[in-house]
């Protein structure tokens, strides 16, 4: 047992993990590629949704923008670390994504159109930091 312990605390080591290395990536280069759906950067959340991350990561943002479609492609291919746009609960994406906490959202219930950022499924590390980030910013990402 005792053999087996530092072996198994090894294995532990670098957990979450990002199979393409998506934080890895952005803070060796410094920059991220973030997708930004028409409405979104005139959206103060967005902007200090991207301000937080670039502080945490120490890497800024490289802005494209586009239709919601294209982007998110764009982001399932690896050509976009992060997509932030209005995503309905029921997205067609949502199994293929992960979404971070709403930062502002407009109606209730089903029909409600949340602002959040898409990252790609299975990159945990970056998830977990995106996540983190929007929670530091948004009053309702946080439920206060």
């Keep these: 047992m005792a053999f087996a312990l530092p072996l198994l605390l090894s294995a532990c080591e670098g957990l979450?993990?990002?199979p393409?290395?998506?934080l890895a990536r952005v803070e060796k280069n410094h920059i991220f590629t973030v997708g930004l759906v028409a409405g979104a950067y005139e959206s103060p959340a967005a902007r200090r949704l991207l301000a937080e991350i670039a502080k945490r990561t120490r890497a800024r943002p490289q802005v494209i923008h586009g239709p919601q479609e294209v982007l998110l492609e764009h982001l399932s291919q690896g050509r976009a670390?992060?997509?932030i746009g209005s995503f309905s609960e029921a997205s067609p994406?949502?199994?293929e994504m992960a979404f971070g906490p709403a930062l502002a959202s407009q109606g209730a219930g089903k029909h409600a159109i949340e602002l959040k950022a898409a990252m790609r499924n299975g990159e945990n590390r970056w998830i977990m930091l995106v996540e983190?980030?929007?929670?530091a910013v948004s009053r309702e990402a946080s439920g206060q």
Excluded: N, Q
């Design 16 to 18: 979450p993990r990002d």
């Design 20 to 22: 393409a290395g998506t």
């Design 81 to 83: 670390d992060l997509v």
């Design 93 to 95: 994406w949502e199994t």
């Design 132 to 135: 983190r980030a929007s929670r």
